[in-house]
């Protein structure tokens, strides 16, 4: 069963593949075992995270696990992962455009049982190792930006970080920030006021307006969409390098999963799948 439909695998491999840089053989042929394709690599590190399987249960003949992990540190060096999301996100703003007027961040506690840099104790899973990820969403759930930390990290102070992930340039001159009531400190309306944006807030100890609410579930349906990523939801990684890395490739994956859904109503080309995505 492929990890990923033909329709969204293949634009994101051709727009991965262009960022690579060319490979010079640095040896003699003769002798010695060639060079595994990257489109190989490339497939098999997709499946480690759709499936969050170890390396060696995606490993078979045509690519050892020993290879996989030595190309994803190759690409993590060069910053691939993070310049495809990057190039997926400014062709989503181009084609379908990003919301920026109303922005939402959240957090999700997720797994770390092998503990790590980003490994802590989980105050909703009774003390387990496990890693918080703080992200930041436009009006229509596309993320933006994300920052990980241990799962004893308090919401608030990630705010800051997390908002730093957005370009500003982006940004309208007004910028409305949905919170939950977890973020409901003078701090965080400091940090926001240092950065020109107005907070909506979720009052601690009051129930929630029902039109507030409706601001910022985009966010947490991003989480659900993060966390359908078995390598995200159960993170065996104990470098935060490379959970940064999967967190990158999985959001390069839901914007273009999402720009090919919204211009099937409004855009033809070759290829086009038969129904909407």
């Not at 800051?160 to 309208?172: F, G, I, K, Q, S």
Request: charged content about 25%; glycine content about 6%; aromatic content about 8%.
């Amino acid at each position: 069963m492929p990890a990923l439909p033909s329709f969204l695998i293949e634009p994101l491999w051709a727009q991965f593949s262009a960022l690579l840089p060319s490979q010079q053989p640095t040896h003699p042929l003769v002798g010695h075992r060639p060079r595994i394709a990257d489109r190989v690599v490339f497939d098999k590190l997709v499946q480690v995270l759709v499936f969050g399987a170890a390396y060696w249960r995606i490993a078979d003949r045509t690519c050892s696990a020993t290879t996989l992990r030595r190309r994803r540190d190759e690409w993590m060096q060069l910053g691939v992962a993070a310049e495809l999301e990057a190039q997926v996100r400014a062709a989503y703003d181009r084609l379908i455009g990003l919301e920026l007027g109303d922005l939402a961040v959240d957090a999700c506690i997720t797994k770390a049982p092998c503990g790590g840099e980003l490994a802590g104790p989980s105050p909703v899973d009774r003390a387990k190792q496990g890693m918080k990820r703080s992200t930041v969403v436009d009006a229509k759930g596309i993320p933006l930006g994300s920052v990980l930390a241990t799962a004893n990290t308090h919401d608030s102070p990630l705010l800051a970080a997390t908002l730093d992930t957005v370009d500003r340039h982006w940004l309208p001159e007004a910028v409305t920030v949905h919170l939950d009531r977890g973020y409901d400190s003078g701090k965080t309306r400091e940090r926001l006021k240092a950065r020109g944006l107005s907070g909506e807030i979720a009052l601690r100890g009051r129930p929630t307006p029902h039109y507030r609410v409706g601001q910022r579930w985009v966010v947490e349906r991003t989480n659900a969409w993060h966390n359908a990523f078995k390598k995200l939801v159960w993170c065996t990684e104990r470098r935060a390098a490379v959970a940064a890395f999967y967190i990158a490739l999985a959001n390069a994956v839901i914007i273009a999963r999402r720009l090919i859904r919204e211009a099937w109503t409004r855009y033809r080309w070759d290829g086009r799948p038969i129904r909407r995505p």
